[in-house]
C-alpha cells in the first residue's frame, strides 16, 4: 500500500510563494503520472496541475506562469512550487498519484495540506 505524505503548506500573504512537497512512503513502478489537487471550502476539488510519466504537464489556467510541478523519479516525490498566491488559491492541496495496476489505474492521494493565503 502506497502513501502520501505531503508537506509545505501554511499562511503566507498575497504575493508570496510557498513550496509543497509529496513524498510516496515506498518504491512505485508503474506510474502513469502525478497530479496537485485543490479544494476550498464549499467547491469541488479541482485538478491544479499534473506531470505524467512522459513528462507532458497540464495546470489549471488560473495557475498558469504561477505555479511549476515538478517530480523526481528517483525518489518518488512530487513538488508544487507556488509563486505570486492570491486570496483565492487558499485551499487544501491534495497530492495524487495514479499507477497502472493490472489493467486498471489506481490513484492514491495524500491527507492533504492547508494553503492560506491572507489578502
Known amino acids: 500500500q502506497v502513501q502520501l505524505v505531503e508537506s509545505g503548506g501554511g499562511l503566507v500573504e498575497s504575493g508570496g510563494s510557498l513550496r509543497l512537497s509529496c513524498a510516496a512512503s515506498t518504491s512505485v513502478n508503474s506510474i502513469r503520472g502525478w497530479g496537485w489537487y485543490r479544494q476550498a471550502p464549499g467547491k469541488q476539488r479541482e485538478l491544479v496541475a499534473r506531470?505524467?510519466?512522459?513528462?507532458?504537464?497540464e495546470y489549471l489556467d488560473s495557475v498558469k506562469d504561477r505555479f511549476a510541478i515538478s517530480t523526481d523519479t528517483a525518489k518518488n516525490t512530487l513538488d508544487l512550487q507556488m509563486s505570486s498566491l492570491k486570496p483565492e488559491d487558499t485551499a487544501v492541496y491534495y497530492c495524487?498519484?495514479?499507477?497502472?495496476?493490472?489493467?486498471?489505474?489506481?490513484?492514491?492521494w495524500g491527507q492533504g495540506t492547508q494553503v492560506t493565503v491572507a489578502s
Open positions: 506531470i505524467s510519466s512522459t513528462g507532458s504537464i
Open positions: 495524487n498519484l495514479a499507477v497502472r495496476l493490472m489493467g486498471s489505474i489506481r490513484e492514491y
